[in-house]
């Protein structure tokens, strides 16, 4: 079992920047695929971004890609969202998700198996 914590969220203006993190409780921390994926209201969960194991391989949304940047600390159990230039439509709540590295880097939420509790990113226009 995997508890995921997230922190970071908040409000910002269009074009600002935040950081999201996500600790992790497992000491196996690199056991894992990292994702995060993000629910608006009245709409469906989706990718965001996902890293590989030993944070070498990324993918992202097209939505997302060139202003948010994802990455992860091994020996702080953490996994890091760079969200800049930020825009209204990127206001959801934000998860973190955990995965069996062994089946490589999903954009789906079946892929992953742990979820933590979410965080609200609010950006005003």
């Known amino acids: 079992q995997v508890q995921l914590v997230e922190s970071g969220g908040g409000l910002v203006q269009a074009g600002g920047s935040l950081r999201l993190s996500c600790a992790a409780s497992?000491?196996?921390?690199?056991?894992?695929?990292m994702g995060w994926f993000r629910q608006a209201p009245g709409k469906e969960r989706e990718f965001v971004a996902a890293i590989n194991w030993n944070g070498r391989s990324t993918i992202y949304a097209d939505s997302v890609k060139g202003r948010f940047t994802i990455s992860r600390d091994n020996a702080k159990n953490t996994v890091y969202l760079q969200m800049n230039t930020l825009k209204p439509e990127d206001t959801a709540v934000y998860y973190c998700?955990?995965?069996?590295?062994?089946?490589?880097?999903?954009?789906?939420?079946?892929?992953?198996?742990?979820w933590g509790q979410g965080t609200q990113v609010s950006v005003s226009s």
């Open positions: 998700t955990a995965g069996n590295r062994a089946y490589g880097l999903g954009r789906l939420p079946g892929a992953y198996d742990f």
């Open positions: 497992r000491r196996a921390f690199n056991s894992y695929t």
